[in-house]
């Protein structure tokens, strides 16, 4: 299994261009996550997607799109990159399972915004 | 907003010793979760507690929950030269969650453990 996968590792754009981040898990999962991490940060959530067919805004949205494409892959799009978007995006994926709330990450994309 | 504040931001230990980390939070929870980061990868779930839980052990790890004190508590025993990373605590809330948790994550402690 190859858990949580996310494309592209690194990106940089330009201001106001657009880019879409894809993500994509293998586990079955129900859930799933959009995050972002600014340096000396946790973790804030920008989406989530409780199943497939449904998403929901985080604690950080602005400037940002999401699509649950179905039940493996979820994408998180930038329509006109600003640099207060530079940041380390990572997602994530979960299934609850009795008390198991355990979230799976992939290993980041790192996008600079110039 | 952050809901977590992790103490300390940053922790240097030599290698066998014990490693504390603490976590305060702000609201009322369903669950408190730690989790890892080695440099540059994705984090990796550690432990969970339960709100009705005080204490869990999971081999090295040791984590405490005081709901009174919006706290909790990570112990790392015996720390080794693999044990560093940075940790973060992460909190799920109360109420319906249609199967999903919006986690919200401490700012993390990095922790370094010199051989």
């Known amino acids: 299994n190859a858990g949580v996968t996310q494309t592209p590792k690194f990106q940089v754009l330009k201001t106001g261009q657009s880019m879409t981040l894809q993500c994509a898990q293998d586990m079955n999962h129900n859930s799933m996550y959009w995050y972002r991490q600014d340096p000396g940060m946790g973790l804030r959530l920008i989406y989530y997607?409780?199943?497939?067919?449904?998403?929901d805004k985080g604690e950080v949205p602005n400037g940002y799109n999401v699509s649950r494409l179905n039940k493996r892959e979820f994408s998180l799009r930038l329509e006109s990159a600003a640099p207060s978007q530079t940041s380390v995006y990572f997602c994530?994926?979960?299934?609850?399972?009795?008390?198991?709330?355990?979230?799976?990450f992939g290993p980041g994309t790192r996008l600079t915004v110039t | 907003s952050q809901q977590g504040e992790e103490d300390p931001q940053a922790l240097s230990i030599q290698e066998g010793e014990n490693a504390t980390m603490n976590c305060s939070y702000k609201?009322?929870?369903?669950?408190l979760q730690w989790y890892r980061q080695n440099s540059g990868r994705g984090l990796v779930h550690l432990i969970l507690?339960?709100?009705?839980?005080r204490e869990k052990h999971s081999g090295r790890l040791r984590v405490t929950l005081d709901t009174s004190k919006k706290s909790s508590s990570l112990l790392i025993t015996a720390s080794r030269a693999a044990d560093t990373a940075s940790y973060f605590c992460?909190?799920?809330?109360?109420?319906?969650?249609?199967?999903?948790?919006?986690?919200?994550f401490g700012q993390g402690t990095r922790l370094t453990i010199n051989p």
């Open positions: 992460a909190t799920g809330p109360q109420g319906p969650s249609q199967g999903a948790q919006k986690l919200v």
């Open positions: 609201t009322s929870i369903n669950n």
């Open positions: 507690i339960r709100s009705n839980e």
């Open positions: 994530a994926s979960s299934e609850f399972i009795g008390w198991t709330y355990e979230q799976y």
């Open positions: 997607s409780a199943s497939e067919g449904t998403t």
